[in-house]
């Protein structure tokens, strides 16, 4: 089965510094992946999400993200963060018809 | 479109006592359906697969006596928390995935989830 691991548990960050974080998932076939942002107290919605085509995906918000198939890598970017995007971040794999995986998730403390 | 909803969106309820939670999608039928629960501040973890019309598909650790669940039409699924304790208190969220080719394949539209508390 598909297992995800985000590296960074709590990253903080001041106002206009760069954002990445980092998603490695184990699955030797086609996936599906996807990064879910959690507002506190809020459910989840989804920022992008990769099913095929161009490895570089752009999400809502100025979010994107790069699928690397060789380093089975989907790490999330954002060049210039706000203390809005304050939140949980999940990433989440998910082989075609089977279960989605998700993440530990990051928590994003942007100081204004 | 593909919008879910969850009904309640919190519940307190005293030890031993049962509650349902309602998932709905309210614009696509949604051929499976999953629950999650999540505890403060982790992550979100599968506790079930159900398939409308047939028996849901437990996670290893899950008691499928303790929450059953029922997926009876294509827009609509049920999680019962049974005998519910203290230790069941969570965020249960249900996600909806459609099939059907009329939203993108594969992928799972979230509910708002319900928070449970038991007392």
């Known amino acids: 089965a598909q297992s995800v691991s985000q590296h960074n548990h709590h990253v903080i960050l001041s106002e206009a510094a760069s954002l990445e974080l980092g998603c490695n998932y184990s699955?030797?076939?086609?996936?599906?992946l996807f990064w879910y942002v959690q507002y506190p107290g809020q459910h989840l919605q989804l920022l992008l999400k990769?099913?095929?085509?161009?490895?570089l995906v752009k999400g809502i918000k100025g979010f994107e993200a790069e699928f690397i198939k060789s380093k089975f890598s989907f790490n999330l970017r954002k060049p210039s963060v706000q203390w809005s995007d304050t939140a949980e971040y999940f990433c989440?794999?998910?082989?075609?018809?089977?279960?989605?995986?998700f993440g530990a998730g990051t928590r994003l403390t942007v100081k204004p | 479109g593909a919008v879910v909803s969850q009904h309640p969106s919190r519940v307190i309820c005293k030890s031993g006592t049962s509650v349902k939670i309602e998932c709905r999608s309210l614009?696509?039928?949604?051929?499976?359906m999953f629950w999650y629960r999540q505890f403060p501040k982790q992550s979100l973890m599968l506790m079930a697969t159900?398939?409308?019309?047939?028996?849901?598909?437990?996670e290893q650790g899950v008691e499928k006596d303790k929450f059953l669940i029922n997926h009876a039409s294509l827009t609509l699924s049920t999680l019962t928390v049974t005998s519910a304790h203290p230790e069941d208190s969570s965020f249960y969220i249900c996600?909806?995935?459609?099939?059907?080719?009329?939203?993108?394949?594969?992928?799972?539209?979230f509910g708002p989830g319900t928070r449970l508390t038991v007392l």
């Open positions: 699955y030797g076939g086609t996936v599906n």
């Open positions: 159900s398939n409308e019309g047939s028996k849901a598909t437990y």
């Open positions: 989440a794999v998910n082989a075609l018809n089977n279960d989605m995986r």
């Open positions: 614009d696509f039928q949604a051929t499976t």
């Open positions: 996600s909806a995935r459609d099939l059907a080719g009329v939203l993108s394949y594969n992928e799972q539209f």
């Open positions: 990769y099913f095929s085509g161009d490895p």
